[in-house]
């Protein structure tokens, strides 16, 4: 018995030698993430441009808007600025990360949490394309009771908002959808290569 002990440690070092070990490409793990970073950096950059068109439109063309138009475009503007903020927000694992001098597994850690935020925000954009026809019709039915628009300006409003919905709507839905299904993929593939 005392036998089968001592040849124990032995068998265990042996075996321990024997396990297979992956090997970490710490350099094309740094490129994935410098290039995650990037890509947040410009969609945080298209978003606040697009922001920026509410003010814009209120400050170049005031005497074009009603005032019922003014107070609508205002009141999206703050809805949009709090979207806005809360999309940062949900970027905030790959705008706010300096990558010098940290682990792999922060490295991991941050590119796992930013794939499951980007599906989060592939779902949340699928869902405001729902959303915008709604307030697309709200703002016709409001301005058409209340007479707040000329008829005629509305009806080419109308025209332009409903363009806006056939046609654009339905293809960023498709675009967030195919980057949701995306975002799936490659979290799923990079859970498999990197186990942190």
Known sequence: MSNNMSNEPDNL???WQQQQTTTIDVKALSRQ?????????????MDAMALMLFPLVIYFFPKELSTFEFVWLSGLFALMTGWFVFIVWLRRF???FDDGGT??????YRMKMQYRQNIRIAHYNKLLCWVVPVVFLTYIVVAY??????PDV???KSKLLFVTSLVFLPA???WAHKREQKFKRLLADFDARWVA
């Not at 995650?36 to 945080?44: L, P, V």
């Open 13 to 15: 070092d042996k075996l």
């Open 103 to 108: 682990s792999t597994q922060d490295f991991v």
């Open 145 to 150: 009771l209340g007479e707040y628009v000329s």
């Open 33 to 45: 993430w410098k290039l995650t970073r990037i890509k947040q950096y410009m969609y945080s950059l």
């Open 172 to 174: 960023t839905w498709i």
């Open 94 to 96: 790959s705008l706010g």
């Open 154 to 156: 509305l009806w080419r």
